[in-house]
C-alpha cells in the first residue's frame, strides 16, 4: 500500500510519474474491460485512464485518515 501512496505523490509532484500509477491500474482496467461490448473496449479504456490521472491529480494526501482516526 506505500508503493501506490509513494507513486501517487511523485505523480502529484512531476506528471511523468503518473504513467506509472497508470500501470498499476493496467491489470484491472484491462480485466474489467472484458465485461464490455467490443466496439465499446477502446473509448472506454482511454476514459478509464483519464479518471485515473484525474484521481492522482486531485487525490489530497494530507486528508488520509490515520488508523485511530477511523475508530468509533
Do not use: C, W
Not at 480485466?31 to 473509448?43: A, I, Q, V
Amino acid at each position: 500500500m506505500n508503493a501506490l501512496y509513494d507513486m501517487v505523490k511523485e505523480a502529484q509532484d512531476d506528471s511523468l510519474y503518473e504513467v506509472n500509477v497508470v500501470q498499476s491500474f493496467e491489470p484491472k482496467i484491462k480485466k474489467s474491460l472484458r465485461l464490455t461490448h467490443l466496439e465499446n473496449r477502446e473509448d472506454l479504456e482511454q476514459e478509464l485512464r483519464i479518471k485515473v490521472i484525474g484521481y492522482v491529480r486531485s487525490y489530497s494526501l494530507e486528508d488520509v485518515p490515520g488508523l485511530f482516526d477511523l475508530r468509533k
